[in-house]
């Protein structure tokens, strides 16, 4: 059975930083795009990043300019550099992944993989 779990959530002050992982088993890191979505109490769930096999990425508007998607094919993993924390950042991260292709990177729906999330807060 395919697992994704996540750690480095935590809580930081305005401004600061946090980077988040995700590591994947037992598949392939190069057969799958990966993403990160994160849900705000009484929100709805929404993207954050998403990247391609091909490592292409692509961002919310939201987060543009602050967070960084990144990934390590050898070691199955996915990061998030998140830089210049608002306090509107703070939400349950999850690490997302589904395998070859997807008609739309920054639909939760072409995600069939979840990991259990990890807790960013952040304090103003």
């Known amino acids: 059975q395919v697992q994704l779990v996540e750690s480095g959530g935590g809580s930081v002050q305005a401004g600061g930083s946090l980077t988040l992982s995700c590591t994947g088993s037992?598949?392939?890191?190069?057969?799958?795009?990966m993403g990160w979505f994160r849900q705000a109490p009484g929100k709805e769930r929404e993207v954050v990043a998403s990247?391609?096999?091909?490592?292409?990425?692509v961002y919310a508007n939201s987060v543009k300019g602050r967070f960084t998607i990144s990934r390590d094919n050898v070691k199955n993993a996915l990061i998030l550099q998140m830089n210049s924390l608002e306090p509107q950042d703070t939400a349950m991260y999850y690490c997302?992944?589904?395998?070859?292709?997807?008609?739309?990177?920054?639909?939760?729906?072409?995600?069939?993989?979840w990991g259990q999330g990890t807790q960013v807060t952040v304090s103003s």
């Open positions: 997302a992944a589904g395998y070859i292709y997807a008609s739309d990177y920054l639909n939760e729906a072409e995600y069939p993989i």
């Open positions: 990247i391609k096999r091909n490592r292409s990425t």
């Open positions: 037992p598949f392939r890191a190069s057969d799958v795009y």
